[in-house]
T-cell receptor
Framework: NAGVMQNPRHLVRRRGQEARLRCSPMKGHSHVYWYRQLPEEGLKFMVYLQKENIIDESGMPKERFSAEFPKEGPSILRIQQVVRGDSAAYFC?????????????FGSGTRLTVV | QKEVEQDPGPLSVPEGAIVSLNCTYS??????FMWYRQYSRKGPELLMY????GNKEDGRFTAQVDKSSKYISLFIRDSQPSDSATYLCAIRFTGGTSYGKLTFGQGTILTVHP
């Protein structure tokens, strides 16, 4: 079992460019969660998705950020017109069903640097 | 007031020491309590999970929850240098639209020196 796979591991973007972060959940997992970790801060929830559905996007910034989890393929977190403040580690987690009595399995993250 | 407060440390202990890590939370609607370990440049790894007051033990790790005080703890016995990492508490609601969201503490940086 390959675990939660995130790519790329490192991503450098210039201000104003788009960043696309990909997450392939563990085999058999149909629920995906995205978190952001800023320097000196803890992990902050961004969005919770099921295949083809956004369940909770209460942690997503109102502009420039979007997420999807299509029927086929990985979940994508998209950041348009990146700014320096978007530099952070972005983690994806997955679970087999909804949030049950267990925590989630996290990937190793994508480290986004905006220059 | 933050929903979850965790002393960021850093905490440095000698090998073999007992380590105590703590978090407090403000919302009594939180019902599920977790501890994650995060090594540098890695994703968080689930260590312990509990949803009731009391103690839960797993090897050298014991998770303790006191819902009346809104206080959770993680104890590490016979600490090893390989335990050196950042420890994050995480809490979750049981219902509502945010039932999938984990709220994390800031993380405590632990170093166990030989």
């Amino acid at each position: 079992n390959a675990g939660v796979m995130q790519n790329p591991r490192h991503l450098v973007r210039r201000r104003g460019q788009e960043a696309r972060l990909r997450c392939s959940p563990m085999k058999g997992h149909s629920h995906v969660y995205w978190y952001r970790q800023l320097p000196e801060e803890g992990l902050k929830f961004m969005v919770y998705l099921q295949k083809e559905n956004i369940i909770d996007e209460s942690g997503m910034p109102k502009e420039r950020f979007s997420a999807e989890f299509p029927k086929e393929g990985p979940s994508i977190l998209r950041i348009q017109q990146v700014v320096r403040g978007d530099s952070a580690a972005y983690f994806c987690a997955s679970s087999p069903q909804g949030p049950g009595k267990y925590g989630y399995t996290f990937g190793s993250g994508t480290r986004l640097t905006v220059v | 007031q933050k929903e979850v407060e965790q002393d960021p440390g850093p905490l440095s202990v000698p090998e073999g020491a007992i380590v105590s890590l703590n978090c407090t939370y403000s919302n009594s609607a939180f019902q599920y309590f977790m501890w994650y370990r995060q090594y540098s440049r890695k994703g968080p790894e689930l260590l312990m999970y509990t949803y009731s007051s009391g103690n839960k033990e797993d090897g050298r790790f014991t998770a303790q929850v006191d819902k009346s005080s809104k206080y959770i703890s993680l104890f590490i016995r016979d600490s090893q240098p390989s335990d050196s990492a950042t420890y994050l508490c995480a809490i979750r609601f049981t219902g509502g639209t945010s039932y999938g969201k984990l709220t994390f503490g800031q993380g405590t940086i632990l170093t166990v020196h030989p």
